[in-house]
């Protein structure tokens, strides 16, 4: 094939190129001398931005990772189905260069443009812990400097902003509120980081809203603007609010708009940006308690049943920013299916599924352990997406363990990473 390639002019070939996906690119590997400047034309845009990032927010492997891989699975919206993109070369490169023998754990923590930010412990040595940007097509990455102090990679909040002109990027990490000893027994007002691949430091940007007992549940960039939704937990029932931050001056705005209440203190709630409109995300119903799963197991026992039916209830609104309003835009309640198998052998892979929500395109991606739906802004309507069965098990093949999901955009990206 190449020897069919080698004579054509490069205004044929990149036409050929231009009406291929790019997960075919990928694997072909068959790359033209203008192919930066052509994925930068209008007419790849859509091309690019149809590919969602779902993968476990937290994978523990019980072996090498190089013997099984750590792949993260994204979805094709144009086909509606999942791909495997592989993060091996980072395996390989812990193992040549600090000597570990493999991954042991995995935390990803973002996605944007082209690019994705996770966090790996090796085995053994004192340099475990690998803070990686990395472009999963190209294989190119950067290790980035921890930020300080120690992240809780499991309940930080992070946002991820690339500039898909130069391939720059921010992180925006928003920590949990703790409890510190030093004061009494007081809640620590969580404080936010901000990393710029320009600079290639991480910098303390501010702290939390000043209220007590605030806890971020969510977090977006829209255009350059960081948004966050906080619970606050001063007031009884408590009460989500939204906050934009200035990230040069690290200054919070208050917005004000009455957002809905969680129907209970485990809903998720998620922030989510489409069609250059902000959206309010509310997922309740999934088994939230151990209590609660044990007595499940009981019934099932008794009653010889493989599956169990749990109630999911979704609720999109719009926030309208410039008047303030929100706007109900969709319910949905469906009775949904839960294996045994999960509840049997991995009851913490329920508790710590969180649903999550991102927009792509014109529609609103919601994935849970128990099901995945899309709904379709324009035209008003819900639709079924495919499970990427590898990590919805809770288990991989018997040799990983995940938990949670996280979700993000991935531009298929051939071009390198800036420096």
């Known amino acids: 094939m190449a020897r069919l390639l080698e004579n054509l002019p490069p205004e044929i070939l990149e036409n050929v190129l231009a009406c291929l996906p790019v997960h075919v690119l990928c694997r ?7 192919w930066n400047y052509l994925i930068s034309q209008p007419e790849f845009a859509p091309r690019q931005a149809s590919y969602v990032l779902f993968t476990p927010k937290v994978l523990q492997v019980k072996a090498a990772a190089t013997e099984i891989g750590m792949d993260w699975e994204v979805l094709d919206m144009a086909e509606n189905r999942f791909y495997k993109l592989s993060d091996s070369f980072v395996a390989k490169y812990m193992m040549l260069t600090q000597g570990h023998d493999g991954i042991w754990l995995k935390y990803t923590m973002a996605a944007g443009g082209g690019l994705i930010y996770a966090v790996y412990y090796g085995r053994e040595g004192v340099d475990r812990e690998h803070h990686i940007v990395c472009n ?14 120690f ?16 391939k ?3 992180i925006v990490t928003v920590e949990p509120y703790q409890e510190d000893r030093g004061l009494a027994g007081r809640l620590r007002r969580g404080r936010v980081y901000l990393y710029d691949s320009t600079t290639m430091q991480w910098r303390k ?23 966050a939704l906080f619970m606050d937990y001063s007031v009884a029932p408590s009460c989500p609010k939204l906050y934009s931050c200035d990230t040069e001056t690290g200054v919070w705005s208050y917005i004000d708009v009455k957002l809905h209440p969680p129907s209970s203190q485990k809903d998720k709630l998620q922030l989510v940006m489409i069609l250059g409109r902000l959206f309010y995300v509310e997922y309740h119903g999934l ?35 410039a008047k303030r309003e929100l706007i109900n835009v969709t319910q949905i309640s469906k009775m949904l299916s839960i294996s045994r198998i999960i509840l049997d052998e991995r009851p913490e892979t329920i508790l710590r ?67």
């Open 136 to 149: 999963p097509v190209s294989k190119d990455f950067h290790r980035i400097k921890e930020p300080k102090p």
């Open 28 to 34: 072909l590997r068959l790359v033209c001398k203008k």
């Open 168 to 170: 720059s990027y921010r």
């Open 151 to 166: 992240c809780y990679h499991d309940s930080d909040i992070v946002a991820m902003l690339v500039d898909n002109a130069t």
């Open 287 to 321: 088994v939230s308690s151990l209590r609660r799963i044990r007595r499940i197991q009981n019934t099932l026992r008794a009653t010889d049943a493989s599956t169990i039916e749990v109630s999911v209830k979704v609720g999109i609104w719009e926030i309208l920013l």
């Open 205 to 227: 940007l501010c702290e939390a809203p000043p209220e007590n007992k605030y806890r971020a549940y969510s977090s977006i960039f829209m255009g350059d603007v960081f948004y």
């Open 353 to 419: 599924d969180h649903a999550i929500a991102v927009g792509c395109e014109d529609s609103i991606l919601i994935s849970s352990l128990a099901h995945r739906w899309k709904f379709d802004l324009l035209k008003n309507s819900w639709y079924e997406m495919p499970d990427n069965t590898d990590h919805m098990q809770g288990t991989r093949e018997g040799t990983a363990i995940c938990h949670g999901i996280c979700a993000g955009l991935v531009h298929l990206d051939l071009r390198e990473m800036s420096h």
